[in-house]
């Protein structure tokens, strides 16, 4: 049986942040995530918003860890060569809405957020396009967009290139006690190590309940999004939302750090059957249209190239982040819903600092950095010339949207962390998540992972087990048919 010094249950932004924390230690790591790629999970689908701190209770962990997290998202995301924008944001209130507005800035004062607020004409210089029904608004200038989804991935790759390990495909089912730690049963094998971090977001509890630790009642939320091509990025320029409810933070318009537009999400409490399934509702697409009408006037619903459902898990008021009084070297993450994306650095750098003080990791001198890959939809076109001279994949556009080539293509089913779904291309590079959703390129990208992966066509999966896209070879005697 392999051993190691920290096993992380969950790929999602948590559990690879820790990962990527880890890695700037002498610790021996695993990753164990059941999904096909990593950000499978709420890191996959959620509004991308980096949110500057003044929403959560002063006091609270969601507070400390959200503020905290804020501050090292920028520097994080330069490091990584992740999509961040600075962009503001805004809660907007119609006349009487004051008051709302007053809490919020008295929250930012105690969590030492900047915040203020702001009259009509003032927000009109923000967003010209904001609804006349909106009479003032809170505005925090620190808040930002990044993208949830390459945040984890680079985070995984850079912990991979620093020497952890991360097993996709592979679910965590049992934990037991041993004497110098733990046991991990999983789908395909056992792990030692002396320390267990449950990062496995909705599949938390569960993990909990393997090891005999407290039971926890998890509550799920799926949140309706739309998308809106990048010809409507124009429309908004930080991050509007209305002002929050019991329910959340409410229906928001905002720019993407990819360029294109997000609408949503709402706040519908589904069953924990329902929440794997993250699909979308009727229902919750019509109050996400209806939400965006009262802040953005003139946003193109027509110009939404998808729509997609996310699902929160909440245990409790607050995040759960301890160390487990029955189970030393178990660490919990529970409830990690929102603010979970922005306070991700700051509780992986938490984990990892506990881990490193309980089994004595020494810090290493220095980490490998995670290299800037070649992306034509970003360079000149001297660039992109030298670039398919040097090497002719990087010459070949697969993706005409997005102007993905087969040389980006190569390299993320080739990176450390390895796409080896079509899906798991499309979150690295973007080919297919430009305006005709891959109707164009798929077939194409099917065949470079064919040949890569030494898989025939068959087996080519959009993304988990059983989404096999052309399953059956074309029968014999179709041609008589
Ligand atoms: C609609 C919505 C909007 C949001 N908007 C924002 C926002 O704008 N800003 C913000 O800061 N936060 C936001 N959040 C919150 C944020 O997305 C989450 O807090 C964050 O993604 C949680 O990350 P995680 O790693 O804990 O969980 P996840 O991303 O869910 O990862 C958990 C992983 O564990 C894996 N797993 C589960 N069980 C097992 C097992 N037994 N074995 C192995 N692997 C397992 C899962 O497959 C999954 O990949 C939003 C969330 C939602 C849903």
Redesign the pocket.
């Known amino acids: 049986m392999t051993s190691f010094d920290v096993i992380v249950?969950?790929?999602?932004?948590?559990?690879?942040a820790v990962l990527k924390s880890l890695a700037s230690y002498e610790a021996k790591t695993l990753l164990?995530?059941?999904?096909s790629d990593?950000?499978?999970?709420?890191?996959?689908?959620?509004?991308?918003?980096?949110?500057a701190g003044y929403d959560a209770e002063p006091g609270t962990k969601k507070a400390y860890f959200?503020v905290l997290g804020a501050k090292m998202l920028p520097a994080l995301a330069e490091e990584l060569h992740v999509p961040y924008r600075k962009t503001g944001s805004l809660v907007a209130a119609k006349g009487g809405g004051e008051a709302g507005l007053e809490v919020l800035l008295d929250r930012a004062k105690k969590n030492g957020v900047r915040a203020e607020i702001l009259s009509r004409e003032k927000i009109l210089e923000l967003e010209p396009k904001i609804s006349p029904e909106i009479q003032s608004a809170l505005y925090a200038p620190d808040a930002g967009v990044v993208s949830?989804y390459k945040l984890?991935i680079a985070q995984g790759d850079f912990a991979v290139l620093n020497g952890a390990t991360v097993k996709l495909n592979?679910?965590?089912?049992g934990i037991e006690r041993a004497e110098t730690g733990f046991i991990v049963k999983?789908s395909k094998g056992e792990y030692a190590a002396k320390a267990v971090v449950n990062?496995?977001?909705?599949?938390?509890k569960?993990?909990n309940e393997a090891i005999g630790e407290m039971s926890v009642e998890q509550v799920y939320?799926?949140?309706d999004?739309y998308i809106l091509d990048s010809k409507q990025s124009g429309v908004v320029n930080t991050v509007v939302f209305p002002l929050p409810d019991e329910k959340g933070k409410g229906i928001l318009v905002a720019p993407t750090a990819d360029g294109n537009v997000i609408l949503?999400?709402t706040s519908r409490r589904v069953s924990e059957a329902q929440a794997e399934r993250n699909a979308v509702t009727r229902e919750g697409l019509a109050l996400v249209r209806e939400g965006v009408n009262r802040l953005i006037s003139g946003v193109r619903i027509g110009d939404a190239i998808r729509v997609y459902?996310?699902?929160?898990?909440s245990v409790g008021s607050d995040f759960i982040i301890e160390e487990s009084k029955s189970f030393p070297g178990y660490f919990m993450?529970l409830g990690?819903?929102?603010?979970?994306?922005?306070?991700?650095p700051a509780i992986g750098e938490y984990v990892a600092e506990w881990a490193a003080k309980k089994f004595a990791f020494k810090k290493k001198e220095k980490t490998v950095p995670l290299p800037k890959k070649f992306k034509l939809s970003a360079c000149s076109i001297e660039e992109a010339r030298e670039k398919a001279k040097e090497d002719p994949a990087f010459g070949r556009i697969v993706c005409r949207c997005e102007k993905v080539t087969e040389g980006e293509i190569l390299s993320a089913i080739h990176s450390p962390v390895p796409a080896c779904t079509v899906d798991a291309v499309k979150r690295r590079v973007r080919a297919g998540m430009g305006r005709c959703q891959g109707g164009f390129c798929m077939p194409r990208v099917m065949e470079i992972l064919s040949r890569e992966l030494h898989l025939p066509l068959t087996a080519i999966r959009k993304g988990d087990e059983g989404s096999e896209i052309a399953p059956y070879e074309v029968k014999d005697g179709y041609e008589e048919l």
Not at 9 to 16: D, L, N, Q
Not at 38 to 51: F, P
Not at 199 to 204: E, I, K, S, T, V
């Open positions: 249950i969950g790929g999602g932004v948590v559990g690879t164990l995530e059941k999904a990593l950000s499978m999970g709420s890191s996959r689908a959620n509004s991308g918003i980096v949110h959200n949830p984890t592979e679910k965590v089912e999983t990062a496995a977001g909705a599949g938390a569960r993990i939320a799926a949140g999004y949503g999400p459902a996310g699902t929160r898990t993450l990690i819903c929102s603010p979970g994306l922005t306070s991700s």
